[in-house]
């Protein structure tokens, strides 16, 4: 089983940046996938990005790419999000989960989230 616990969301000012982290239990973190997705108040959860077990492939949405990072350190089982020039309509609770495949993690298909950080920004 692995818990993951997210951290780093707070308030920003649009244009700022953010760097999301998510601490991962158990000592299977290199053998999953892992993905952020993101929830807006009154919207359904949407993928973000995703990052193969090795950390050798990762993919964003092509609305995210150009600012927003997926990284992990599988020696300190760590997964992060980088998110540049942000803007309000970035504000959501941002959750990280693990998944069977990275491909998998692109279609919702999650074996763990973490519960969840939020992220608010000030126009």
């Known amino acids: 089983q692995v818990q993951l616990v997210e951290s780093g969301g707070g308030l920003v000012q649009a244009g700022g940046s953010l760097r999301l982290s998510c601490a991962a239990s158990?000592?299977?973190?290199?053998?999953?996938?892992m993905g952020w997705f993101r929830q807006a108040p009154g919207k359904e959860r949407e993928f973000v990005a995703r990052?193969?077990?090795?950390?050798?492939?990762?993919y964003s949405t092509d609305s995210m790419k150009a600012r927003f990072t997926i990284s992990r350190d599988n020696a300190k089982n760590m997964l992060y999000l980088q998110m540049n020039s942000l803007n309000p309509e970035d504000t959501a609770v941002y959750y990280c989960?693990?998944?069977?495949?990275?491909?998998?993690?692109?279609?919702?298909?999650?074996?763990?989230w973490g519960k969840g950080t939020l992220v608010t920004v000030s126009s």
């Open positions: 158990g000592r299977t973190f290199s053998a999953y996938a």
């Open positions: 990052i193969s077990a090795s950390g050798n492939s990762a």
């Open positions: 989960a693990a998944c069977p495949g990275a491909v998998a993690c692109g279609t919702g298909l999650v074996n763990y």
